[in-house]
């Protein structure tokens, strides 16, 4: 489903009962039926513009996103490939990776196969799951994005052409 549909979707409904609304109150004040139906065309083209403009703002910030991964990956990339780039710049990245998700398996290994104390656990379980964001942007960032966020991008190309 295009991202549009989808905000129409959650927004359009919505945005015809303001319409609506607000028709209602214009009754009130406006008597006959010409200066009604045209107060009711202005409302939703003024409604219809304002929903254009969100979401052109959301693709705008989509588009971002997109790019500052994107960014991410080349800069890693260039320092991976450089022969002036010093070890640690290049191993930094993926040791720093690695550790978070061994992190992440030796907690779920203790809250699984240990004994831990009921409020340790507690404490366990918040941290794992703060990992457990972490493990998913880690491996979205060396493996790529998953087929919902390219189907996303190729809407996203769509609209822009």
Same mark, same amino acid.
């Given at each position: ?14 945005? /015809?009962?303001? %319409? ?7 009754? &009130?004040?406006?008597?006959?039926? +010409?200066? &009604?139906? /045209?107060?009711?065309? +202005? ?11 969100? +979401? ?17 990956? *080349?800069?890693?990339? *260039?320092?991976?490939? @450089? +022969? &002036?780039?010093?070890?640690?710049? &290049? ?5 720093? /990776?690695?550790? %978070?998700?061994?992190? /992440? ?11 831990? @104390? ?8 918040? %941290? ?8 998913? @942007?880690?491996? @979205? ?11 996303? *991008?190729? *809407? ?6």
């Amino acid at each position: 489903m295009p991202i549009g549909n989808i905000f129409k979707n959650l927004i359009g409904g919505k945005a /015809a009962d303001i %319409v609506d609304s607000v028709g209602n109150v214009v009754d &009130k004040f406006v008597q006959t039926k +010409e200066e &009604k139906d /045209a107060a009711k065309l +202005e409302l939703t083209k003024v409604m219809n513009d304002h929903l254009q403009a969100m +979401e052109q703002e959301v693709t705008k910030q989509l588009e971002q996103q997109v790019k500052e991964m994107d960014s991410a990956r *080349q800069r890693e990339i *260039q320092i991976a490939t @450089s +022969e &002036k780039a010093p070890l640690i710049n &290049k191993i930094i990245l993926p040791v720093l /990776a690695i550790a %978070v998700i061994s992190l /992440a398996f030796l907690l779920f290994y203790l809250i699984l196969f240990r004994g831990v @104390s009921v409020a340790d656990k507690d404490i366990l379980v918040f %941290v794992l799951g703060a990992l457990t964001t972490y493990v998913g @942007s880690i491996l @979205s960032f060396y493996f790529g994005s998953s087929i919902g966020s390219a189907h996303k *991008q190729s *809407q996203i190309e769509k609209m822009i052409k």
